[in-house]
């Protein structure tokens, strides 16, 4: 994306350490979140680390994760009077002190802001919208509204047990869980593509959900991953109650919808910030644990699921009916009517 415009302001060491807080909700559906230093941070696309380097004057880290815009697993969609919605994310993974999985919906009301007041952040309550990566945003035109599904979320979170389906009114930006039926795609789903697809009677249409071989492998990984290991980020107690976990540094991870922010910016801060630790794997190549990967299909964190089959041709198909919620599995459907 291109960098937006907006002058950096003044700010004291004591204004940035209090706003650059990453844990703050919204108390209300949505919560119009009034922080100047995260539009600074907005317009000058720093992390949290680089920014703290920046305003303290030293290269330091604090106890609870700071805000940033450099997220991956989030999602843009440009709507057609062009303001741009960015929906939630994650920055870094869980062996980062600023590891964070955001619930926030940030609005730029033309593709280059010129003034902050072309930046809205909304927040919500985490009972209202779950901390989402790795989700698909789907604007389904004439309804002005964008469908978010699934995501990955932090271990043991409701991601991991379900597929959750989240609506956002762009009139007010409020947002809606809705209650889906049918033959559901497999919990834990993220990674995938989503697409409107008109209807030709008048309906509102359905969202065709794409799974594909890499998206479904990579759902395994991270299981075993929330299985074997644990995480150590600081997260709210509000957010599900999370367990206390160790950090952990997973190298399976592919940079899968990373931001063009992250992919310019972060390359040279990671290796600077990691060069003196010892990084650890889950997964190690050497041990033979990339040839194991069919024996892991196997086990029993998919067998809950009646469509997977790894002899089965990749990529698996679903939709969603927007007027009865409905899932549908559409390789079963096409079998149907042969």
């Not at 009077?81 to 920055?91: F, K």
Request: aromatic content about 10%; charged content about 30%; proline content about 5%.
């Amino acid at each position: 994306m291109d960098h937006p415009s907006i002058l950096p302001i003044d700010m004291t060491k004591e204004q940035f350490e209090a706003g650059v807080i990453a844990d703050i909700y919204g108390t209300a559906n949505p919560s119009i979140m009034e922080n100047q230093v995260w539009k600074w941070m907005i317009s000058t696309l720093h992390s949290a680390w680089s920014a703290r380097k920046s305003i303290t004057l030293a290269n330091s880290f604090s106890h609870t994760p700071g805000w940033c815009f450099q997220r991956f697993g989030q999602t843009k969609t440009t709507l057609p009077d062009g303001r741009v919605v960015y929906i939630a994310g994650e920055h870094e993974d869980g062996y980062d002190p600023d590891f964070f999985i955001y619930n926030d919906v940030i609005v730029f009301n033309k593709a280059t802001p010129e003034k902050e007041e072309d930046i809205t952040i909304y927040g919500y309550p985490v009972d209202v919208f779950l901390p989402t990566d790795f989700h698909t945003a789907t604007y389904v035109p004439g309804y002005e509204c964008i469908y978010i599904i699934g995501g990955t979320g932090y271990m043991h979170g409701r991601h991991r047990r379900e597929v959750v389906v989240q609506c956002l009114d762009l009139g007010d930006f409020s947002i809606r869980e809705v209650k889906t039926s049918g033959e559901k795609p497999r919990a834990y789903l993220s990674k995938h593509t989503a697409q409107y697809i008109p209807a030709e009677d008048g309906a509102t249409g359905k969202i065709r959900i794409v799974l594909s071989q890499e998206s479904i492998i990579s759902s395994i990984i991270d299981s075993e991953d929330e299985k074997d290991t644990e995480e150590a980020p600081r997260i709210a107690q509000s957010i599900e109650d999370e367990d206390t976990l160790k950090d952990t540094l997973d190298e399976n991870d592919t940079g899968y919808g990373k931001t063009d922010i992250e992919k310019e910016n972060t390359a040279g801060e990671y290796e600077e910030r990691n060069s003196d630790s010892e990084e650890s794997s889950n997964y190690d190549e050497e041990d033979g644990a990339a040839t194991d990967l069919s024996q892991m299909m196997q086990r029993e964190n998919m067998a809950a699921n009646p469509h997977f089959d790894p002899k089965l041709p990749f990529p698996k198909v679903y939709s969603l009916d927007l007027d009865r919620f409905t899932w549908t599995y559409e390789d079963a459907e096409k079998k149907a009517t042969k």
